[in-house]
């Protein structure tokens, strides 16, 4: 399989990119819930819109779970071994 490998630190998914990503799928789902921003701003208790969300993700890269693994309209959040193993 080709992959196209991109580093969110050095190159962060802007919020209109992460948008598209995302489609009708809930956005929480996106949060790295392991996050220290994430931690601090209560996010499990009070999450916030979908706009800030997007708006957080896209100054904070290290929001975004991983690893986001892409292959056409699938999107895998976080380590998913089977997930990852359907790609093949």
Request: proline content about 6%.
């Amino acid at each position: 399989m080709e992959m196209e490998l991109r580093d969110l630190n050095a190159n962060p998914l802007s919020a209109k990119e992460l948008d598209a990503l995302m489609g009708d799928r809930d956005y929480k789902l996106f949060l790295n819930t392991r996050n220290e921003l994430y931690r601090e701003r209560n996010m499990a208790e009070k999450p916030p819109s979908r706009a800030a969300a997007l708006a957080l993700m896209a100054e904070n890269p290290n929001l975004i779970r991983r690893p986001l693994v892409i292959s056409g309209k699938k999107v895998i959040l976080g380590y998913d071994e089977e997930a990852l193993k359907e790609l093949r």
